[in-house]
């Protein structure tokens, strides 16, 4: 008769301890200031997966897409999920460019940080809850090649992404040039810092409420 094998003994010989939480630092902020006191904000489980709307202009659905894909593989338990719309009424983030896409081209490697910037708008109502949509929008510019500008997207769409998930701190305080959320991105991944961040975010309690009504 075979005996099962012990793979882990408590008792006298052996100690028995809790296994460990992942290790979630370094981390930079992710908290902005409304009110006049430091707000969280995240989005809920009511309110996933998060519904997202990109103009149908060149390649930003696509951009979008991938960029949302890239963050959500961030969370090991799905605290984070998002879902494309083809309505902007249905969305609680719409994406644009300010005045029209980019000339189509294939993102070169080597290009600048500054061939194009985003900026994310969330509205805070007096009783601190988000009146949505998030808008993000995308602008480039015109004194760069159309591959620069192409890469430069690629990064500051995804890094915009970042904020509507809630990595608000708009100083991007303590963060560098590895972490996807650096002022002026040079990688279109989150890396090890960015990961642990929004981690810690996805754990931690909102300030900032969310409407009711979903």
Do not use: K
């Not at 930079?28 to 103009?55: C, E, H, K, M």
Request: proline share 12%.
């Amino acid at each position: 008769m075979r005996r099962p094998v012990a793979l882990l003994t408590c008792g006298v010989l052996a100690a028995c301890e809790a296994p460990s939480p992942p290790t979630r630092a370094p981390i930079y902020s992710y908290a902005d200031t409304f009110n006049g006191a430091p707000q969280v904000f995240r989005w809920t489980d009511g309110w996933l997966p998060v519904r997202y709307y990109a103009t149908p202009e060149g390649t930003l659905p696509e951009l979008v897409r991938r960029g949302l894909l890239r963050w959500e593989r961030q969370f090991l338990y799905g605290e984070f999920r998002a879902v494309a719309v083809g309505d902007s009424l249905r969305a609680e983030v719409v994406v644009a460019f300010e005045a029209g896409p980019p000339p189509p081209a294939e993102p070169d490697s080597t290009s600048s940080a500054r061939a194009c910037e985003g900026v994310t708008t969330l509205n805070v109502d007096g009783t601190n809850t988000l009146d949505p949509p998030i808008r993000v929008t995308l602008r480039w510019f015109s004194g760069f090649a159309p591959p620069e500008i192409a890469a430069c997207l690629d990064r500051v769409v995804t890094h915009e992404l970042g904020h509507t998930l809630g990595l608000i701190n708009p100083a991007h305080a303590g963060t560098g040039a590895t972490d996807l959320m650096f002022a002026f991105p040079t990688v279109s991944a989150p890396g090890p810092r960015d990961r642990a961040t929004v981690e810690v975010l996805y754990h931690t309690a909102p300030t900032v409420a969310l409407p009711p009504g979903r």
